[in-house]
């Protein structure tokens, strides 16, 4: 089953613009992951936030965590054409799951020249 | 260093045939996954081993899908017989163990995957 949910499904903007994708998922995590994947390619890791973190930065990304909302946020500053892709969250239920990640249905960006 | 490697990155085969998909993982790592990703889906696992010990395969249909890590190293993914249902991309990740200590999941690293067309 899908843990992660993300919203929007697809999302299309202007080169330069911000772009900010979510994801909702429904049990308690260790962690959540980002991954971003090309067309007819495998996926990239772009970010981990652990379950006591809030907010997180990797260049032009920033990701927030809200553990009572059971949420993230994924923020793409200053898109680029390079950033069209799919991007997904994954979550590490921790327990049992004991390393397994859960991947949600991603979000489409495209980003237009 | 080098990546995950995998093939054959595309096969088409009859339902009922059998297919199988060869991952080599990034060396050192300890544990590898087999995902199975639908056109517009996410990918879904279906298989976690940790050297050569299966950790999760509660979502592989035993019924026609196999998986072995021979030496903790290799792995193949074996389908037979095959369905319609099967199309996919076969992903293949490692990672080098679980993090913190505490089995946490850490990051991924995937290879370009395997698209089996069935028809």
């Known amino acids: 089953s899908q843990q992660g949910e993300e919203d929007p499904q697809a999302l299309s903007i202007q080169e330069g613009e911000n772009a900010t994708m979510n994801c909702s998922y429904k049990?308690?995590?260790?962690?959540l992951q980002w991954y971003r994947q090309n067309s007819g390619r495998g996926l990239v890791h772009l970010i981990l936030?652990?379950?006591?973190?809030r907010e997180k930065h990797s260049g032009r990304l920033r990701v927030t965590l809200d553990t009572s909302k059971k949420s993230s946020s994924l923020l793409i500053t200053a898109s680029r054409a390079a950033d069209t892709a799919s991007y997904f969250c994954?979550?590490?239920?921790?327990?049992?799951?004991?390393?397994?990640?859960?991947f949600g249905q991603g979000t489409i960006l495209t980003v237009h020249p | 260093e080098a990546g995950v490697a995998q093939s054959p990155r595309y096969k088409i085969i009859e339902k009922r045939q059998s297919v199988a998909f060869w991952c080599n993982p990034i060396s050192g790592h300890a544990t590898l996954y087999w995902y199975q990703q639908i056109l517009g889906q996410g990918p879904k696992l279906l298989i976690q081993f940790q050297n050569n010990g299966v950790v999760d395969d509660s979502q592989l249909p035993k019924d026609r899908f196999s998986a072995e890590r021979l030496k903790g190293v290799d792995s193949t993914l074996k389908i037979q017989p095959a369905k319609l249902e099967d199309s996919a991309v076969y992903l293949c990740?490692?990672?080098?163990?679980?993090?913190?200590?505490?089995?946490?999941?850490?990051?991924?690293?995937f290879g370009e995957g395997s698209r089996l067309t069935v028809l």
């Open positions: 049990t308690s995590i260790n962690n």
């Open positions: 994954a979550t590490d239920a921790g327990g049992t799951s004991y390393g397994k990640l859960t």
């Open positions: 990740a490692s990672s080098p163990g679980l993090a913190g200590g505490v089995g946490m999941a850490g990051e991924l690293f």
């Open positions: 936030i652990r379950s006591n973190e």
